[in-house]
């Protein structure tokens, strides 16, 4: 599994962002290599519209197969997520990233449909 | 003669201004009234008439046709709303996000990208005694309301070239949305309340309307409460001050249930008296 | 870090006046941030100091160079929207009606149209008159509110919050259901709807909180002028309870509303205790119970 975090630094002990589409980066961990990269995203930060879409298309180009954020993706990009088949799990936006991977692991956050 | 009613910011009382006068014009003059507060379209709570007609609105986006698209991107580079996304082997187009400005489909080398009509919303027309109201109302989660403002006033131009008074309901603002809605108009009527609030919101309601070049007057809402720094601006900037609605607990309490007050208001109906007699006298100088 | 968001649908139901009266009770404790940009209007109460000023770029429009120009006319073949018209023999793009698409200068032979991201507003981080801290704003006329500037304030505002160490940020959301407000509310720990018992009060509260049930945001409801029309108070409290949304207090027809506000002051500033103790409570309700 290739799990993708929203975050607002780049490491395990960074907090997590609870938006998506505006989110400061992208870590994806990589759960069979045990690695974690990351992937800056304020170039789409700074979009005026659909900051979601394009997200969510660099989610896929990532290969993230799960997908774990705060509030949860809007309309457009939930699409692109449902379409690409990466699962979303949402309620993580007050945790750091690796509290929020346990919470996922312990089946504490709720998927979003 | 189209007249918008406008406010720098909502809640000063457009919608009773406008529903209220549109109902009294109707004695003497020809009348219709649209509200082109397309996101929360209000008057229609307040004239409640016989529906004679409704039309549903669209605008134009591209459809992927997948046959012969080589896949090439070029439609995603030159979309600069993000609402052509190519994913691995497919083009995604997000409706919400397109600006309909045909860039993706005509610069599209194998045509794999036609325009095609979706809907944005609806025009519903009413009577109610001898006034027509147009009402204009965007879906949900539809994001752009200028594209309905420009086709409900479109409405209003093939229906209704002989109707004396054609009245905007305008969104509140100073943004895109106001702009669309007052731009063809003859006149404004700018309406706001005499507190500090009040007059912030009437001196970027002005700056909007100078930047569109248009005349314009203004109304007092809730007149007796606050203080006199809009009367004074008026004065002092020589604008012109059409009438003064008084403040009254009556109108807020009639108002919440979706009633018109004029005719139960006389002093409703003498601030509304003033500004009929001066959109007639602007009407035959528009007119001759 | 909790971020409440304080919208209301519809306008003129009091939403900046009582969030301004909670920043006041509030004091230092908490940082302001006034995502109501178009005619934004809160400054008039906080009386902010402008302290930091920067201005905010964004969104594209289009610019013919005239010295290049051909007059070949491809421009406005393609443009949808009205923004290039022929004045004196010259093209000319009308920034009001640019979109900012960017046709006009792919098809352009001459490559003498450029796209420039025009200034659309500026913000600011300032002192109020109680010492708080508060993030702000001003649109420009005829600006595209696509919600980046609302974004761009609250982002500053949780920078701020973070760096003085504080726990709440209190934010004055932005009007409708299209973009402004959906990024008002992206982030909230809580939401609290100001209303008033009004027929388009009640009709854009349910409006509003279709939204709110997208986002899955728990929320809470306070209703202004309560006894204008108690039966529609009534419908009002029916529909918050249909939709498990807590009514954090009622607040009466008052005129002491407007009268603080001619006196550069918040309701719970004057000497009327009717609404300040209401608008105390109401605080504390929202920052023990629910955040």
Not at chain 2, 63 to 88: D, H, S, Y
Not at chain 3, 84 to 104: A, F, K, M, R
Not at chain 3, 136 to 158: F, P, Q
């Amino acid at each position: 599994m290739r799990i993708a975090f929203t975050a607002k630094g780049t490491g395990w002990d960074s907090p997590m962002d609870p938006r998506f589409g505006r989110t400061a980066f992208f870590l994806v961990y990589d759960e069979e290599k045990d690695e974690l990269i990351h992937s800056d995203n304020s170039a789409i930060e700074g979009a005026a519209h659909g900051a979601g879409p394009v997200a969510a298309q660099k989610l896929f180009e990532l290969k993230a197969t799960v997908l774990i954020t705060g509030n949860g993706p809007g309309g457009n990009a939930a699409s692109i997520l449902e379409k690409t088949g990466i699962k979303t799990f949402v309620g993580a936006g007050e945790m750091n990233v690796k509290q929020a991977y346990e919470a996922y692991k312990n089946n504490e956050l709720s998927e979003f449909k | 003669m189209k007249i918008s009613i406008a406010s720098g910011k909502g809640g000063t009382g457009k919608t009773t201004l406008s529903t209220n006068l549109s109902a009294y014009l109707t004695e003497k003059s020809t009348v219709v009234l649209a509200d082109l507060d397309v996101e929360e379209p209000n008057s229609g709570l307040f004239i409640q008439g016989k529906l004679v007609n409704t039309e549903d609105k669209y605008k134009m986006i591209p459809e992927w046709k997948e046959e012969a698209c080589t896949l090439c991107g070029l439609c995603q580079e030159v979309c600069n709303f993000n609402a052509v996304i190519r994913l691995g082997t497919q083009i995604m187009v997000f409706p919400q996000l397109c600006h309909s400005c045909y860039a993706c489909s005509e610069l599209c080398q194998s045509s794999s990208l036609p325009m095609i009509s979706q809907k944005i919303g609806q025009i519903s027309h009413y009577k109610r005694g001898k006034l027509d109201f147009v009402e204009s109302r965007l879906d949900v989660g539809e994001e752009q309301a200028v594209p309905l403002i420009s086709q409900t006033i479109k409405y209003i131009d093939q229906h209704f070239s002989q109707t004396r008074f054609k009245i905007f309901d305008a969104p509140p603002g100073t943004s895109c949305p106001v702009i669309e809605a007052t731009k063809d108009s003859d006149f404004i009527i700018l309406v706001t309340e005499p507190t500090p609030f009040g007059l912030h919101d009437l001196k970027l309601a002005v700056e909007t309307m100078r930047s569109l070049n248009k005349a314009f007057a203004v109304v007092i809402n809730r007149y007796g409460i606050g203080n006199d720094e809009v009367l004074e601006y008026c004065q002092n900037e020589k604008k012109r001050l059409l009438a003064k609605i008084p403040n009254s607990r009556r109108i807020a309490e009639l108002y919440s249930r979706g009633e018109l007050v004029f005719n139960q208001i006389p002093e409703m109906a003498q601030a509304l008296k003033d500004i009929e007699d001066y959109l007639l006298k602007l009407s035959a100088k528009v007119l001759s | 870090m909790k971020e409440i968001v304080v919208i209301s649908g519809k306008g003129g139901t009091g939403k900046t006046s009582i969030t301004a009266a909670f920043a006041v009770l509030a004091g230092s404790d908490i940082v302001l941030a006034d995502c109501d940009v178009d005619a934004a209007d809160m400054h008039l109460l906080m009386k902010p100091d402008f302290a930091q000023k920067e201005t905010f770029y964004s969104g594209e429009t289009a610019r013919i160079i005239q010295n290049n120009c051909t007059s070949c006319g491809k421009c406005l073949e393609v443009c949808r929207f009205n923004a290039i018209s022929i004045i004196h023999d010259q093209y000319i793009v009308n920034p009001l009606s640019c979109e900012g698409c960017g046709y006009c200068a792919r098809v352009c032979p001459t490559e003498t149209i450029v796209n420039e991201i025009p200034k659309i507003g500026e913000w600011y981080i300032s002192k109020t008159r109680t010492q708080g801290t508060m993030v702000h704003a001003k649109l420009n006329i005829g600006a595209d509110n696509s919600g980046k500037l609302v974004a761009k304030v609250k982002n500053e505002a949780r920078q701020i919050t973070e760096n003085l160490g504080k726990e709440i940020i209190l934010i004055d959301g932005s009007p409708g259901i299209g973009c402004p407000v959906v990024s008002s509310l992206s982030g909230a720990s809580f939401v609290v709807l100001v209303t008033e018992p009004t027929v388009s009060g009640l009709h854009d509260l349910i409006r509003v909180c279709q939204l709110i049930k997208n986002f899955n945001l728990p929320a809470g409801c306070m209703i202004n002028k309560s006894d204008i029309n108690p039966q529609k108070s009534k419908e009002i409290m029916a529909f918050l309870n249909e939709n498990n949304i807590p009514l954090i207090t009622e607040l009466p027809y008052n005129e002491q509303f407007s009268a603080a506000m001619t006196m550069g002051k918040t309701i719970v500033e004057i000497e009327d205790k009717q609404l300040s103790e209401l608008i105390a409570k109401a605080w504390n309700t929202i920052t023990n119970k629910y955040v």
